[in-house]
């Protein structure tokens, strides 16, 4: 019975350090009041800064909105600007609460470094794209081309399985950041210019003549965009990725930034879950019960910020594609909050 007693005060002991180790980031945040959200330096609709240093974008927009559900405040976020070899020695070492940096979720990643991906922001895949003067049509025409690329990534990767798959020769012109791989491709020091297909896009809108340059149709990789935190906080992890499910679920739902204070009449009960007006979903994450309301009221829903930052109506262009909701022929889905 003794034996019984302790092995239950030690278990007891282990799962108190568990909550409390589990509820450090939330803890600190709300201490220091505000999110350090890792970004990239500088990818149109993504991530980016504008000439008074304030940084807009859809992944921007996803810490916008934890903060919006912790402190019903959208703007208490600071952002580090990081590159592709820096962000997850960053995210291990605590240099930042939340990864939300075009970073494509692998297994590799997901079971080796000690993190953990939300979800999919964005579904992407890699792309090439070339000058229009060269007169190429097709991926496969790329043979024996020099083409720029950024280290540290999964594109790397990716091109070397596509040439090596369909019998064709590269040379590969490798650059740290992600800028420099840009004013590489701009120099002409490459012929192509690879990485996903949505950053293509992004970094053309900023060409001085964006015509003279074509993406390819190929579309060579999956890469499900998403933001990441550090593993082992099971309650940050949980604030992150309902923080994403919300987004989806204030889509479907038809509520946005405009109407959701009307919506908070709505005889819906799936409207009321998500607004904090029925039930209890606020407390098992350690925020108010009005984290979903909050959200869509200072940030929006996923459309509202797609549509913002990245679509048809936006320089970049994007049409919704595989991110449009399960309902409308994308992939993007929400469980329900009940």
Request: aromatic share 10%; hydrophobic share 40%; proline share 4%.
């Amino acid at each position: 019975m003794q034996k019984a007693l302790v092995s239950i005060a030690v278990a007891a002991s282990l799962g108190l350090g568990a909550t409390a180790a589990q509820a450090a980031i939330l803890d600190d945040v709300k201490a220091k009041g505000y999110i350090q959200c890792g970004v990239t330096g500088g990818v149109p609709g993504f991530s980016a800064p504008d000439s008074n240093n304030v940084w807009t974008g859809l992944e921007v927009d996803f810490c916008r909105a934890m903060a919006a559900a912790i402190f019903k405040d959208a703007d208490a976020v600071r952002y580090t600007s990081l590159t592709s070899q820096e962000r997850f020695t960053a995210l291990s070492a605590g240099e930042i609460d939340v990864l939300s940096r075009t970073t494509t979720w692998t297994m590799s990643r997901d079971t080796q470094l000690g993190i953990s991906f939300v979800g999919t922001m964005f579904y992407d895949g890699q792309g090439f794209m070339v000058r229009e003067a060269d007169g190429i049509e097709s991926a496969l025409d790329l043979s024996g081309a020099a083409i720029c690329i950024e280290s540290g990534t999964t594109t790397e990767l990716n091109a070397a399985d596509y040439f090596a798959a369909n019998g064709m020769d590269f040379n590969t012109v490798v650059f740290v950041d992600q800028d420099e791989v840009v004013k590489a491709y701009e120099d002409g020091r490459c012929d192509v210019y690879t990485t996903d297909s949505s950053a293509l896009a992004a970094e053309r809108s900023k060409f001085a003549n964006p015509d003279d340059h074509v993406i390819l149709p190929e579309i060579i990789s999956k890469e499900p965009l998403g933001p990441v935190v550090r593993a082992g906080d099971t309650t940050w992890f949980n604030i992150a990725r309902w923080t994403y499910f919300a987004l989806l679920e204030a889509e479907e739902l038809g509520v946005t930034s405009a109407n959701v204070d009307e919506m908070l009449g709505s005889d819906n009960p799936s409207i009321k879950r998500l607004l904090g007006v029925e039930g209890e979903f606020g407390a098992p994450l350690g925020i108010e019960n009005d984290w979903g309301y909050q959200i869509v009221k200072l940030v929006g829903n996923y459309a509202e910020i797609y549509d913002k930052h990245v679509g048809p109506d936006t320089p970049i262009g994007l049409e919704r594609g595989l991110n449009a909701l399960w309902r409308d022929g994308g992939i993007q889905y929400a469980p329900p909050i009940r």
